[in-house]
């Protein structure tokens, strides 16, 4: 499991969007996943996931992209929250309305001092949806 981050004051002033540092951390979203019917229809469940997420994040210096598949789907509906220099996440068994949570993890994860995103405060489709923690290759490096 991972460390927590402390939930500073600071931490609170991101979570309220009022910070910079939101500019350092990007949502993907896979925009090709399908429900749990899986149905071909249009829109996909994650062109909608898509959607609502930009919506979470109207006002905010979050960005947000959509790829085609990111290859998680036994999980169904996936996302990435990913930010320069830190370890890189991957989430799956999303809703087409957890937009908010991911933009939730996107700030907690602005305000992190190890590179990680906080399990306190990280919502729970963030906790039980976790597929994969990716290190940054400046990481990998240091340990060739």
Known sequence: MERDSSFSAETAGVLSGDDDALA????????????????????RAGELLAEDTRRAASGLNIRIRSVECLGNCKRRLSAAILRDGCWSYVFGDLAATSGADLI???????????????????????????VA??????LLKDQI
Request: one cysteine or more; charged letters at 25%; glycine letters at 12%.
């Open 133 to 138: 923690r990716i290190p940054p290759l400046d």
């Open 24 to 43: 350092d951390v990007t949502v993907i979203v896979c925009a090709s996943c399908r429900d749990e019917t899986g149905s071909d229809g249009h829109p």
């Open 104 to 130: 939730t993890g996107a700030k907690l994860f602005a305000t992190s001092t190890d590179g990680l995103i906080p399990w306190r405060g990280r919502p729970d489709c963030l906790k039980r949806g976790l």
